[in-house]
């Protein structure tokens, strides 16, 4: 028998707390073979995270059937408070079934879904999150600065630079090129950025960012989660379009443009830890100790579309045509 009445019952309504969540999935069944060293990769890439959060951002850790020393390893972490929360699965859901679930069950406007082996650099979340003031109708954003996937599942903002609704332009930057052939060397890619060459670069009220992304890491309006993600699970542990079908599509789908920052703040680190990316990690720490973690005062102004995907993917292959037929002659001979 109740006796009493529930006392949460008295509250007001919950404020929100965060304006935007970070999501680690992590998947770590053993510490041999292709996962012997991603331990390591996974430590430096969380600690790189807590560093340069700041307080209007909060990190969520998806374990996805994990070893134990992992999973003791999240707890400690909780249970320090220097991750918000935790959600652990016993078996193995799959990729993105999982990613789609956490974010789904989030409550900040801006969720950024991350691969385990990411490093962040200090300054990654505001510079995200400025590019969702400045541009109107963004859809993702990723902080890993990258020049060659501007096509890649982006006809929304292709269409909106051939109808002239956004500003294109070819820019050296130089300063990203260091950055850059480290990402291109961690995925065992040869060829090299050189100073000279030009980036596929946008503009909107003087702000800059590079035309498209890849995906190892991206910010996501979370209304795209539930508007355009397909509402059936993927029930794939990975690979077989299940990325391109549970998120870069939808990105797409939704009418979004989908950008990179205009510098580069995130690494792509595979599954060994090599010296330079401890120096970026001390680095982190110093600036964090040093320099005040702005708050940016978000603004947004997006409202996904609901595309009918056939007819859509129609469009698409329309689009890309007529931007190469205007633009990528250019682009190749620059690049």
């Known amino acids: 028998m109740r006796v009493g009445m529930n006392p949460q019952k008295k509250e007001k309504k919950i404020e929100l707390q965060f304006q935007h969540r970070l999501i680690i999935l992590v998947y770590l ?8 060293n991603i331990f390591d990769v996974f430590k ?13 951002c909060a990190i969520t850790v ?21 991750i918000n929360a935790v959600i652990h699965h016993n078996e193995n859901i799959g990729k993105m079934d999982a990613i789609v679930g956490a974010a789904r069950a989030s409550r900040e406007p801006l969720i950024t879904i991350s691969d385990v082996d990411i490093l962040f650099k200090f300054g990654w979340q505001q510079e995200v999150e400025k590019n969702f003031n400045f541009f109107k109708n963004v859809g993702s954003v990723s902080p890993i600065a990258v020049k060659s996937t501007y096509r890649y599942a982006n006809s929304s903002t292709l269409a909106k630079i051939i109808t002239k609704k956004l500003k294109f332009v070819l820019e050296a930057i130089p300063e990203n090129v260091e950055d850059y052939n480290l990402y291109l060397k961690s995925l065992n890619w040869d060829k090299e950025c050189k100073k000279e060459e030009l980036w596929p670069i946008v503009e909107s009220k003087n702000h800059k960012a590079i035309l498209g992304s890849a995906h190892q890491i991206l910010t996501i309006n979370r209304e795209i989660f539930f508007e355009n993600v397909p509402k059936k699970p993927s029930l794939t542990l990975i690979g077989q379009n299940s990325v391109y079908n549970y998120c870069d599509g939808p ?14 703040y995130a690494y792509h680190m595979g599954n060994n830890v090599e010296e ?8 982190n720490v110093l600036k964090s100790k040093n320099l005040e973690k702005s708050i940016v005062n978000l603004s947004l102004n997006f409202k996904p579309k609901r595309n009918n995907s056939f007819v859509f993917k129609y469009k698409e292959k329309l689009v890309v045509k007529l931007f ?12």
């Open 29 to 36: 069944p053993q510490k041999e073979g292709y996962y012997k």
């Open 324 to 335: 190469d037929l205007i633009y990528t002659r250019s682009i190749k001979n620059n690049m």
């Open 44 to 56: 430096l890439c969380l600690e790189s995270a807590i560093t340069t959060i700041n307080s209007s």
């Open 251 to 264: 990105i797409d789908f939704s009418g979004g443009l989908r950008l990179s920052t205009f510098n580069n």
């Open 276 to 283: 330079w990316m401890t120096n970026v990690q001390k680095s």
């Open 62 to 82: 998806v374990n996805n059937a994990s070893c134990k020393e992992v999973v003791d390893f999240i707890n400690d972490k909780y249970q320090n408070n220097e």
